[in-house]
């Protein structure tokens, strides 16, 4: 059932969809994209690694097996392995047959119809992955719509030199028990977004990235109790598998 979107029942708040409507279809995949665009979601969340030969695919864990019917290390297959893989029936069999898709394929369905945050997983494992995203981005004139997020400061570093018109985003990993005041203000001279698990945020930090002139997103995507504690802390946006915020309770398949 497609929601109306309304950022004013939102607070002003965006919605991520977190590996797209993930709480509907299965995570990264096309269909999941595309019922979060239904949804209503300004931006769909995805996860990026390498292929064997190099191709952007979009998954969440550096191995195939939860999500799909293959094994092993995602690096280890090439592209025309991976679309031989079952991406949707482990999820449920309605979605047997989805395909992986690559970061390529995403941007040609989706760029221009809503913003994407793309998270480049793991990057240490993947040496270059960094080059191979901003050739990929650099055939997008314009950049508005698109984020570049990880949980390694320094790939989002490099990224920001590499194509500083790109915003980046940093992920703050829950271990990680606050950000000092000088931290705060070197990670803001380069990444426009600080997002963190909601559970692990304090007013503090939040406060401090608004005055420097940072925005923060916040992700816990299935907990529903969670949105008050947005709400107050007067985040800018919500990372959510559900796409949208408030929703009616529990949804089932
Ligand atoms: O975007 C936030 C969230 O995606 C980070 O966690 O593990 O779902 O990639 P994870
Ligand atoms: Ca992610």
């Known amino acids: 059932e497609a929601r109306p979107f309304h950022h004013v029942e939102m607070n002003g708040m965006i919605s991520v969809a977190h590996r797209g409507a993930s709480n509907f279809a299965p995570e990264n995949t096309q269909s999941a994209f595309r019922k979060a665009l239904e949804l209503g979601a300004d931006f769909l969340e995805c996860d990026v690694h390498l292929s064997k030969d190099g191709e952007l695919i979009i998954m969440h864990d550096d191995k195939v097996d939860r ?17 031989e893989l079952d991406a949707g029936g482990k ?4 979605f047997a047959g989805e395909k992986i898709i690559t970061l390529n394929e995403l941007l040609e369905e989706f760029y ?8 480049i997983k793991k990057p240490s494992m993947y040496p270059g992955i960094e080059e191979r995203v901003v050739a990929l981005l650099g055939e997008y004139n314009d950049l508005n719509s698109i984020i570049v997020q990880s949980f390694d400061i320094e790939s989002m570093r490099k990224m920001n030199t590499l194509l500083p018109e790109l ?3 940093l992920l703050i990993k829950p271990s990680i028990q606050s950000l000092s005041s000088q931290k ?9 977004y600080i997002n963190f698990n909601v559970s692990y945020v304090n007013k503090r930090e939040i406060n401090q990235i608004h005055n ?15 949105v008050d504690k947005a ?5 800018d946006g ?15 398949l």
């Open 112 to 119: 221009g119809e809503t913003g994407l945050l793309i998270e």
């Open 67 to 83: 999500t799909t019917n293959g094994s092993g290390y995602v690096k280890n297959f090439t592209l025309a392995e991976l679309k």
């Open 167 to 169: 915003e980046v985003a």
């Open 238 to 252: 919500i990372i959510t598998d559900f796409s949208i915020w408030p929703v009616e309770g529990p949804i089932q």
């Open 91 to 94: 999820f449920h069999s309605s």
């Open 184 to 192: 705060i203000i070197d990670l803001t001279s380069f990444a426009t």
């Open 231 to 235: 709400y107050q802390y007067d985040v």
């Open 212 to 226: 420097q002139g940072g925005k923060v997103l916040v992700w816990s995507t299935k907990n529903q109790g969670w």
